[in-house]
């Protein structure tokens, strides 16, 4: 049937729905399948308007925030490092925009009226969500990531510009620590579209970058149960798993009591570094461990810590493979 609709739509030039790839029956296990390299090439766009006609001064220059390519680089760097170089990166293409993004409702910030908001004189808009289709639209990015051209986007901004940390595009998109973005099922490769603040620094870029990981690999194992979840076991902590900590959250460590609570240093016991050592063929080994594993309460030390202990070794079992960099930076690897 399905071919019949297709042979019509190209005689008569009918557009075809797109749907996602179908999952498998049943991936069998296997402790030799290699764990793949994953290169993921990025749009970036980087929103940052003049303030000042006579100056030339753009907004991250006025406010002396951060250097977009410094923070780029930092991040990627940090990435093939903690993956072990499982996971890279390559800007493909950037594009600077003189411009505020609109919102959903079509309203534009001026240098003006954002700059009140900034000095808190004024509320934000409402909505302050940036108009994602608008964007999706004008820079061709359904296109391009159905021609392979590109994997996902990242967006540079400011406080206030209206963009999610993650979200997903594409045909059979789920949550990405954001709502899957509507009206792009155009694109049977799935996408993630990364929303970075220039006024914030590497280490929040990763905290965004471990929350869409936290969602990613939730999906990945979501027909998995019990102790075959191994994400499950991956992210407990000692105030919800007493005795049973591994690595914990992006927001918390094996000893976290509250979020963000990186510079704890009561002793737990974990089970972190049979994680990083031996698995999947875990040993028993639990030690006590606290903040000074991760780096004393410093952000971006916590993240590379808990990025460095996700897995990236051979072999599948139940489903999904060993090595979890393969879903965490291509998410059409997750059979939905």
């Known amino acids: 049937m399905n071919q019949f609709l297709n042979f019509l739509a190209q005689l008569f030039g009918m557009k075809k729905t797109p749907q996602p790839t179908p999952a498998p029956a049943s991936v069998p296990d296997s402790a030799t399948e290699p764990a793949r390299l994953t290169v993921c090439r990025v749009l970036l766009l980087v929103y940052d308007p003049i303030m000042d006609a006579a100056s030339c001064r753009k907004l991250s220059q006025q406010q002396n925030w951060y250097r977009v390519e410094d923070l780029a680089t930092g991040f990627m760097a940090d990435i093939l490092k903690n993956s072990n170089g499982m996971g890279r990166y390559q800007i493909v293409q950037r594009i600077d925009l003189d411009e505020f993004p609109a919102k959903t409702d079509g309203f534009l910030y001026t240098p003006q009226t954002y700059m009140t908001v900034l000095n808190k004189e004024t509320q934000p808009h409402m909505p302050q969500e ?176 808990w990025l460095n202990h996700l897995p990236r070794v051979a072999g599948r079992k139940n489903g999904v493979h060993n090595n979890w960099w393969q879903y965490i930076l291509n998410p059409n690897n997750v059979f939905v």
């Open 130 to 305: 940036a108009d994602y289709n608008a964007i999706l639209t004008r820079f061709k990015i359904l296109e391009r990531v159905m021609r392979n051209e590109i994997d996902e986007v990242w967006i540079f901004a400011f406080p206030h510009a209206g963009f999610y940390e993650s979200s997903m595009g594409g045909a059979g998109a789920f949550w990405c620590n954001a709502p899957a973005l509507p009206n792009t099922e155009a694109s049977r490769r799935r996408f993630v579209v990364m929303g970075f603040s220039f006024e914030r620094y590497v280490g929040e870029m990763l905290e965004s970058f471990g929350h869409r990981s936290e969602s990613i690999m939730q999906k990945a194992f979501e027909k998995t149960s019990g102790e075959a979840n191994l994400w499950n076991r991956f992210s407990r902590y000692e105030k919800i798993a007493p005795g049973k900590a591994a690595i914990g959250s992006i927001h918390y460590a094996p000893n976290s009591t509250r979020d963000y609570e990186w510079d704890n240093p009561t002793l737990v016991k974990s089970e972190c570094y049979d994680w990083l050592n031996n698995f999947p063929n875990f040993k028993g080994d639990l030690r006590d461990v606290n903040n000074v594993e991760w780096g004393g309460g410093e952000i971006r030390a916590h993240h590379q810590w």
